[in-house]
């Protein structure tokens, strides 16, 4: 059963009288209903808080990683394991097709259900899983292939395990060791991008957003709570974080949004998913038109772009 937002309800409405007048085969109703709903989309999507728009990127019917790996890959294998410790299930790796092309995919994921919830660590990586990342990177560059990566966590796991597993030195290393990989990269945030969580597989020669996904150094609850003690300024903390891909792209801290339908990627999966997947194949082709030496100038000089300073 599809969940609804608070300022979704009018969709939801709207769209329940569609399924009635589908079953009495009235075709005038449904045609009718079908224009209203076009209106109250195109009302409520085109005027969306920032607050909402951090609801929509962790709806809960939101497309997660294992969700656009099933839609856009074809004759894929997983890869499991880092070869130290264990398997992380917040972390997956694939190699297969997208289209034509023979690909690594990366991506983080939540869960569904309290079983999977639990499985997947509610999206949190373990060290493990930022090491499992690094090494299918490696197999990319290895094997030439291009690499996904699909961001959507919280934040990266803070128990005392990934403490004692040295789950700082794994986000460094990474950022370290993907900002030298010598194969084209692109880092897509399809949810939410939290903290270094995030940042560990987002380094890439294109980092792109989601219309409705959010990028963020710290959660808008962990910023309300550090300064406003206040649970109740979540909002405010979101407006103040500039974490939309709007106002990341403003700030040119992003190279591109992906228009994911209005309506959003938790109503249309199937046409958010062939959205992604035309960027990716795009944005590759462009990228391998470059030589190593070009590909790799650019992205020095997009890593080390961002920031400003005033004497």
């Known amino acids: 059963m599809a969940t609804y937002l608070d300022f979704e309800y009018k969709i939801k409405f709207i769209q329940e009288d569609i399924i009635s007048a589908q079953v009495r085969h009235d075709k005038g109703a449904v045609e009718e209903l079908t224009k209203k709903l076009d209106k109250e989309v195109t009302k409520i999507y085109k005027n969306l808080s920032d607050f909402q728009k951090l609801q929509l990127a962790r709806h809960l019917d939101r497309p997660y990683s294992l969700d656009y790996i099933n839609l856009i ?18 972390i997956l790796c694939y190699i297969g097709y997208i289209g034509d092309e023979k690909v690594v995919v990366i991506g983080e994921q939540k869960g569904r259900g309290t079983k999977n919830k639990l499985k997947r660590n509610f999206g949190m990586p373990n060290p493990e899983g930022y090491r499992k990342a690094l090494r299918a990177a490696k197999l990319a560059e290895k094997f030439n292939l291009p690499l996904l990566m699909l961001v959507d966590t919280p934040g990266a796991y803070p128990g005392i395990g990934a403490e004692e597993r040295n789950q700082s030195e794994a986000i460094a290393r990474n950022l370290l060791e993907f900002s030298e990989l010598k194969v084209p990269t692109i880092s897509i945030v399809i949810g939410e991008g939290g903290s270094g969580g995030a940042l560990a597989i987002g380094v890439a020669d294109k980092f792109a957003m ?15 709570a550090i ?8 909002q405010t903390a979101t407006n103040a974080l500039k974490i939309t ?18 309506i959003g990627a938790h109503r249309e999966k199937e046409k958010a998913a062939q959205v992604l997947k035309d960027y990716f194949l795009s944005e590759v082709s462009k990228l391998k038109s470059m030589s190593n030496e070009e590909r790799m100038e650019a992205r020095y000089a997009k890593l080390t772009k961002p920031g400003a300073f005033k004497e």
């Open 73 to 90: 890959m074809r004759d894929k294998y997983e890869i499991h394991g880092d070869r130290h410790f264990r398997d992380d299930a917040a």
């Open 227 to 234: 300064l406003w003690n206040d649970p109740k300024k979540v």
């Open 245 to 262: 891909s709007g106002d990341l792209k403003e700030l040119d801290l992003i190279d591109d949004i992906i228009d994911e339908p209005l």
């Open 210 to 224: 989601m219309r409705y996904s959010i990028f963020s150094v710290i959660s808008p609850e962990g910023c309300a």
